[in-house]
């Protein structure tokens, strides 16, 4: 069975950073690609970055250059360092593994 637990959320100033962590249980972290998505309020849940399981790295153009993806295979963790934060950037930020598995969200406001 693997679970995620999303983690590091929490509220910032405009211009600041957050580094979001997702800790996963089961064998297969490793082995499958991970993303971060977020929904803010009103809207659909989007894709913000994504690693496959060789480090590949992909990013939504919102955030290129501001967020960086990461993985830890032997502590079965991704990360998503946050920088230059935006009041748009508020949302619920959510863990996915493999396309299947998704966490329950941490939530990010970035506010004045």
């Known amino acids: 069975q693997v679970q995620l637990v999303e983690s590091g959320g929490g509220l910032v100033q405009p211009g600041g950073s957050l580094r979001l962590s997702c800790a996963a249980s089961?064998?297969?972290?490793?082995?499958?690609?991970v993303g971060w998505y977020r929904q803010a309020p009103g809207k659909e849940r989007e894709l913000v970055a994504g690693?496959?399981?060789?480090?590949?790295?992909n990013y939504a153009d919102s955030v290129k250059g501001r967020f960086t993806i990461s993985r830890d295979n032997a502590k079965s963790t991704v990360y998503l360092q946050m920088n230059s934060l935006k009041p748009e950037d508020t949302a619920v930020y959510y863990c996915?593994?493999?396309?299947?598995?998704w966490g329950k969200g941490t939530l990010v406001t970035v506010s004045s």
């Open positions: 089961g064998s297969i972290f490793s082995i499958a690609a």
């Open positions: 690693i496959t399981r060789g480090g590949t790295t």
């Open positions: 996915n593994l493999a396309l299947t598995y």
